[in-house]
């Protein structure tokens, strides 16, 4: 994907983005880039912390994860977990609860779990393979699992959703927050039930959707950032 460095202007202030807070964040926003940029950027504020990554559809590769962020060192943050079905979305939702080792490459630290993420949460269980009510009672004890995380862990679990309709429903039910993220003329506009900001406007009248943008935001926002981590790369754990 090409860059338009001409993109986002320089601003002398420091750009907003929400903070996630302890409990169940939904994003809602048709851009990945957004997500990426809400995960990374409360993983270099919130020091120490790894994101544990329930991953589906390919959200958490390793090339737009190191585009968005304004370093590498992020990633050695980054521990993911990929499922491909619903039984392995379900399973891994219960491991990071109850089962100490987490994949067969790393065990989950409590005193170390500063985020949990989990997009497009709902999308495996709407698998033809399963009949509606064993989908709904999945997708539901996924959630609740995911809840009762992040209340052992006193820490974000940020979410998407596949798709906004009936079967979703659970997932507002949820949530303790909701993050609207808008596209306007002006530029990117964060919406909360406490939060409003317009993130970063563009120059040219056109909202820019593309990881490039996102990146731009982060490195603006770097000044917030603590000194920096070690340089790594992400690690998938199952």
Known sequence: MGRNTNAVPSLDKIPDLPSLEAGATLLESSSRGAFHALAVDHLLLERPGT???IDTY???QTEPLADVAPSRRVLKK???ARAFTA???YTLCDRLLEDPDYGKLASVDQDDVGL????????LYRDDDLNQDESERMVVSALARLA???RRYECPVLMSKARDDEFAKPIDNLVDERIECLETDEGARFIGKEFESLVYPVGNGMFQTTLAFWKQVLEAREPAY???ITAGS???VA
């Not at 949990?116 to 999308?123: H, K, L, R, T, Y």
């Open 58 to 60: 390919g959200h958490a």
């Open 51 to 53: 994101a544990w990554w």
């Open 87 to 89: 039984y392995q979305h």
């Open 78 to 80: 980054i521990q993911i």
């Open 116 to 123: 949990i993420v989990a997009p497009a949460i709902d999308g």
């Open 148 to 150: 009762a995380a992040a």
């Open 226 to 228: 603590p000194t920096s």
């Open 234 to 236: 992400i690690r998938e």
